[in-house]
């Protein structure tokens, strides 16, 4: 019943930033953690941050002090804030979401494109 909705992808050069947006619409309850991942043609996907509602944060340790992961909980979004890209970054990124009221279950976006020139 939940519809995550990524935007702010794009094309940027090294050591340039984005900022990575993802709202969960049609949610009739509350929206626990949220998260991005991201993944690259050929390999699986991977955890990049994690926020819980209450404002703890998780930072996989390729991207920590770069990328810094935040959310508005009356709004039901997550940001993720890229700083100092490396060509490394270049992924397709998920916005990740889960409820209280149905445990074990994580819904997903649809994936926006970060490609990172060098």
């Known amino acids: 019943q939940v519809q995550l909705v990524e935007s702010g992808g794009g094309l940027v050069q090294a050591g340039g930033s984005l900022r990575l947006s993802c709202v969960a619409v049609?949610?009739?309850?509350?929206?626990?953690?949220m998260g991005w991942y991201r993944q690259v043609p050929g390999k699986q996907r991977e955890l990049v941050a994690t926020?819980?509602?209450?404002?703890?944060?998780n930072y996989a340790d390729s991207v920590k002090g770069r990328f810094t992961i935040s959310r508005d909980n009356a709004k039901n979004t997550v940001f993720l804030q890229m700083n100092s890209l490396k060509p490394e970054d270049t992924a397709v990124y998920y916005c990740?979401?889960?409820?209280?009221?149905?445990?074990?279950?994580?819904?997903w976006g649809q994936g926006t494109q970060v490609t990172v020139s060098s």
């Open positions: 926020i819980a509602r209450a404002g703890s944060t």
């Open positions: 990740n979401a889960d409820q209280l009221v149905r445990p074990g279950y994580n819904y």
């Open positions: 049609g949610s009739r309850f509350s929206i626990n953690s």
